[in-house]
C-alpha cells in the first residue's frame, strides 16, 4: 500500500514528504491509520543524531484507527481507536513478569537500529528500504506497530488529544503517580515546565498533593503552569531554589521533587530542597559528560530517596486508559496541550518553532490526518461498526 509520509534524508535536513511503500503487518503487528501524531523535542534530536539510520521516518507520538491485524493479535481489531506507546515490552522477561514492564529491554536493540521487533522494515520508498522510528514511525498516513503499542481507548476520546498520551504526558503523570507515589495532603516541587513538566504537575494535582511549586527560568512557563495545577513559582533564575523551597514548606522542604530538565544543577537544587525523607524523581535525561554532585556530608542520615524513571515508570496498558477517563472527566488538561494543529506538508514549520527562543514549549504542535467516516475493513462492517 502507498502512503504519504515526512522523511528524514539527511542529518539536521528539513523533512521530505514523499511516497511511501507500507508492507502487510507480520504476525503481533498492527497497521494503525494515523489521525495524529505530535512533533516532540525527542523528534528534533533524532533529525540531529548522526546514529539515526537514514532514511527513516521520524515520529513516536500518535494516535489512530486500526486498519488490519496480522495473525496472532488478539488485543484490538480493525475500527479500534487507539493511544500509540513508543515502548512496547515483551511480557516474559525478568522486568515484566516483576510488574515493572518499563524496564524491558526487548525493544531497544531493534529501536536504534530502525526496525520492527523482528529485525526487519515494512517501508520502502523507491526501491530502498526505509527505517522506522521508535517502533511507530507517525509521521505517515499509516504506521505498522507492534501490537503491544496499541491501546485501546474510549470512542468518545478526540485523537489530538489522545496522540499526546504516549509521551510526554504518560511520563510527567507518571512521574508523579508512579515513580514518586505522591500522597494527598503532600509537597511537590516541579523543576522544568515543559510538555513532560506540566504533565507531572496535572499528575501531582490528581493524587493529591496540598502545594505544588512550578520551578523554572521562563516567567511564561511558570504562568502556564498554574493553568495545569500549580499552586506555587519559583523563577530559579532569580531566586535560590533552595531556600525557596523551604520557605513555601515552613523550613522543611518538599516532599517530593521532580526534575523534569535533564540539568544536573536542577536536579541538585531538587536534591537540596527536599526534606528529610523525602523523594526525588529524575525523569530528565542527563548530558553524559556531566556529573551529579550531591552533599556527602550526613547523607546516610537524611534518609532521602533518588530514583530515577523512564517513561514515568508507566505500564501503557494500565495508564493510558487512566488519563483518557480523567480527561473525559474533566479532570486532565489535554486541549491546552495542543498549541497548533497543522499538516503534514507544513512539518518542518513544527520543527523550525524549536529553535524560535520565543515560542511556547508547553505542549505540542499536531500534525492531523483526514479520517474518513467509514469502516475501514470488511471486518468492520461485519460488526456493523463506524469508524470515528
Not at 513478569?97 to 523507491?126: K, Q, W, Y
Not at 511520563?171 to 504533565?199: H, R
Not at 502545594?211 to 532569580?238: R, Y
Not at 526534575?259 to 529524575?282: F, H, L, M, P, Q
Request: net charge negative.
Amino acid at each position: 500500500m502507498k502512503m504519504k509520509a515526512a522523511v528524514m534524508t539527511g542529518y539536521g535536513q528539513p523533512l521530505e514528504v514523499k511516497e511511501v511503500e507500507i508492507a502487510e503487518p507480520k504476525a503481533n503487528e498492527v497497521i494503525v491509520k494515523i489521525a495524529a501524531t505530535g512533533v516532540c523535542h525527542s523528534d528534533l534530536n533524532a533529525l540531529n543524531d548522526e546514529t539515526t539510520p537514514i532514511p527513516t521516518i521520524l515520529g513516536h507520538e500518535g494516535a489512530g484507527i486500526v486498519e488490519e491485524v496480522g495473525p496472532n493479535v488478539k488485543n484490538v481489531k480493525p475500527g479500534d481507536k487507539v493511544a500509540l506507546s513508543w515502548v512496547p515490552y515483551c511480557g516474559t522477561c525478568e522486568f515484566c513478569i516483576t510488574g515493572n514492564v518499563h524496564l524491558c529491554e526487548s525493544a531497544f536493540g531493534p529501536m536504534f537500529n530502525g526496525t520492527l521487533l523482528d529485525g526487519t522494515s515494512r517501508l520502502s520508498c523507491d526501491g530502498e528500504k526505509v527505517y522506522h522510528n521508535s517502533l511507530l514511525s507517525t509521521f505517515s498516513e499509516y504506521a505498522v506497530v507492534p501490537e503491544m503499542s496499541c491501546v485501546k481507548i474510549p470512542d468518545e476520546m478526540p485523537l489530538a488529544q489522545a496522540s499526546l498520551i504516549g509521551c510526554g504526558v504518560a511520563t510527567g503523570y507518571g512521574a508523579a503517580v508512579n515513580a514518586a507515589g505522591v500522597k494527598p495532603g503532600s509537597t511537590v516541587a516541579i523543576f522544568g515546565i515543559g510538555g513532560v513538566g506540566v504533565n507531572a504537575i496535572q499528575g501531582a494535582r490528581i493524587a493529591g498533593a496540598s502545594k505544588i511549586i512550578a520551578c523554572d527560568v521562563k516567567a511564561s512557563n511558570l504562568e502556564i503552569a498554574k493553568k495545569f495545577g500549580a499552586t506555587d513559582t519559583v523563577n530559579v533564575g532569580e531566586e535560590n531554589a533552595e531556600e525557596a523551597l523551604k520557605s513555601l514548606t515552613g523550613g522543611f522542604g518538599v516532599h517530593y521533587a521532580i526534575d523534569c530538565t535533564g540539568n544536573t544543577n536542577a536536579a541538585e537544587s531538587a536534591w537540596k530542597g527536599t526534606r528529610k525523607g523525602g523523594t526525588v524523581v529524575i525523569v530528565g535525561a542527563f548530558n553524559p559528560s556531566k556529573v551529579l554532585s550531591l552533599p556527602a556530608g550526613g547523607f546516610h542520615r537524611v534518609g532521602k530517596v533518588l530514583k530515577g524513571s523512564f517513561y514515568g515508570d508507566t505500564q501503557p496498558f494500565r495508564d493510558f486508559p487512566i488519563i483518557s477517563k480523567l480527561y473525559l472527566d474533566g479532570r486532565f488538561n489535554l486541549d491546552d496541550l495542543v498549541l497548533d494543529r497543522i499538516k503534514l506538508d507544513d512539518i518542518n514549520k513544527a520543527f523550525d518553532s524549536f529553535h524560535d527562543c520565543c515560542s511556547i514549549n508547553v505542549g505540542r504542535t499536531v500534525i492531523e490526518f483526514p479520517i474518513d467516516k467509514k469502516p475501514a475493513l470488511s471486518v468492520a462492517n461485519s460488526e456493523g461498526k463506524e469508524i470515528n
